[in-house]
């Protein structure tokens, strides 16, 4: 077996018999008004992290979701999109098309704006998505690519790229560590199918999205997630698992590099009202501006004494000068 047919496996019996917090640390659903969760999609909340964005589902995009799960978030983009087929969602284990289909017509009984057309589950792989180039607005997936070794991650990336329209956005939620993972554990497939040993780093995992093709990310949210501690898994250190919430953008790459925005704002404090770097960048005088990790970083070193850049806040929703 190779470990994405243990994966399949893993997920086929969390379908059949679902483990409230099974794969990842259970977290409370995203609520919106009129939304009701029924319970049994609650307890398949096999997430991490959320890949729903309220913000910025406007103009009812059509979403692809890869790994539907028991259909929390397809649900949750379906509260947004509201037309038939708005939701694609991919699935390659039947167990669980069949429990995330179950879950959506209760779900169709709770919420009177809710037709279960509104999403389509199809059977396919992160690999492969049954959908034309530069087809859908949206591409989401949470805690399914962190599973997928490096080389499958990016050949993941490279077909949601191929997916989406130009300008459109690939919604994540993945683990990822602050230390190297032992290969012990990586090589451990139902670890790894478990969102606990896959995990590669935060400067990998941005690295992966850019080599893809994308010009853009940002940084919704990173905090702590889960330890992998020293006694249980045999370590010589705690390793502390993070999750991280990113959208990241089909547009092309600058020729100085991609734009990671991780809630960076630069101030200028010089005499004038305001500072032009004569790259696209005016800061008014006393005014924090958000900025890109790349654009903080030249400005810093521009213009030191008059430019203070603020730290990254991992909360970063839009705005700015660049
Ligand atoms: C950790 S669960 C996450 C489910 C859902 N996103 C959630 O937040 O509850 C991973 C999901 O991806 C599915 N999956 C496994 N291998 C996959 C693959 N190669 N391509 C697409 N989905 C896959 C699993 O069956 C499972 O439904």
Same mark, same amino acid.
């Given at each position: 077996?190779?470990?994405?047919?243990?994966?399949?496996?893993?997920?086929?019996?969390?379908?059949?018999?679902?483990?409230?917090?099974?794969?990842?640390?259970?977290?409370?659903?995203?609520?919106?008004?009129?939304?009701?969760?029924?319970?049994?999609?609650?307890?398949?909340?096999?997430?991490?992290?959320?890949?729903?964005?309220?913000?910025?589902?406007?103009?009812?995009?059509?979403?692809?979701?890869?790994?539907?799960?028991?259909?929390?978030?397809?649900?949750?983009?379906?509260?947004?999109?509201?037309?038939?087929?708005?939701?694609?969602?991919?699935?390659?284990?039947?167990?669980?098309?069949?429990?995330?289909?179950?879950?959506?017509?209760?779900?169709?009984?709770?919420?009177?704006?809710?037709?279960?057309?509104?999403?389509?589950?199809?059977?396919?792989?992160?690999?492969?998505?049954?959908?034309?180039?530069?087809?859908?607005?949206?591409?989401?997936?949470?805690?399914?690519?962190?599973?997928?070794?490096?080389?499958?991650?990016?050949?993941?990336?490279?077909?949601?790229?191929?997916?989406?329209?130009?300008?459109?956005?690939?919604?994540?939620?993945?683990?990822?560590?602050?230390?190297?993972?032992?290969?012990?554990?990586?090589?451990?497939?139902?670890?790894?199918?478990?969102?606990?040993?896959?995990?590669?780093?935060?400067?990998?995992?941005?690295?992966?999205?850019?080599?893809?093709?994308?010009?853009?990310?940002?940084?919704?949210?990173?905090? /702590?997630?889960?330890?992998? +501690? !020293? @006694?249980?898994?045999? &370590? =010589?250190?705690?390793?502390?698992? $993070?999750?991280?919430?990113?959208?990241?953008?089909?547009?092309?790459?600058?020729?100085?590099?991609?734009?990671?925005?991780?809630?960076?704002?630069?101030?200028?404090?010089?005499?004038?009202?305001?500072?032009?770097?004569?790259?696209?960048?005016?800061?008014?005088?006393?005014? /924090?501006?958000?900025?890109? +990790? !790349? @654009?903080?970083?030249? &400005? =810093?070193?521009?213009?030191?004494? $008059?430019?203070?850049?603020?730290?990254?806040?991992?909360?970063?929703?839009?705005?700015?000068?660049?």
């Amino acid at each position: 077996m190779t470990y994405l047919e243990t994966a399949a496996q893993f997920y086929s019996e969390a379908a059949q018999t679902p483990q409230v917090g099974l794969c990842c640390v259970q977290s409370s659903p995203l609520q919106l008004p009129g939304l009701k969760i029924p319970r049994q999609m609650q307890e398949m909340n096999y997430g991490c992290g959320t890949t729903v964005h309220p913000n910025e589902l406007a103009n009812q995009p059509t979403v692809l979701y890869v790994g539907v799960g028991g259909g929390l978030e397809a649900l949750q983009f379906a509260y947004f999109c509201r037309r038939p087929g708005a939701v694609i969602a991919i699935e390659p284990v039947s167990a669980m098309r069949e429990a995330a289909q179950r879950n959506l017509e209760l779900a169709s009984l709770e919420n009177p704006w809710f037709d279960p057309s509104f999403v389509e589950i199809h059977p396919g792989d992160a690999f492969n998505l049954p959908v034309d180039d530069a087809s859908v607005d949206v591409v989401a997936q949470n805690c399914l690519f962190n599973i997928f070794e490096p080389a499958d991650l990016s050949r993941a990336l490279t077909e949601a790229y191929r997916v989406l329209k130009a300008g459109g956005r690939l919604q994540m939620s993945d683990p990822i560590t602050t230390r190297p993972i032992p290969l012990t554990l990586q090589q451990d497939e139902r670890l790894r199918a478990m969102c606990l040993s896959g995990a590669i780093s935060y400067e990998e995992y941005t690295q992966l999205i850019i080599n893809a093709g994308f010009g853009q990310i940002e940084i919704r949210a990173r905090r /702590p997630y889960r330890l992998l +501690d !020293k @006694t249980t898994y045999y &370590l =010589a250190e705690h390793i502390l698992l $993070e999750s991280l919430d990113s959208v990241a953008f089909k547009v092309a790459i600058p020729e100085d590099g991609a734009c990671i925005f991780t809630g960076k704002t630069a101030i200028y404090t010089g005499s004038e009202s305001f500072f032009d770097d004569g790259a696209g960048h005016i800061l008014e005088r006393g005014v /924090p501006a958000a900025v890109c +990790d !790349k @654009t903080a970083a030249k &400005l =810093a070193a521009f213009k030191p004494e $008059e430019i203070i850049v603020t730290n990254s806040t991992w909360h970063y929703h839009g705005g700015g000068c660049c």
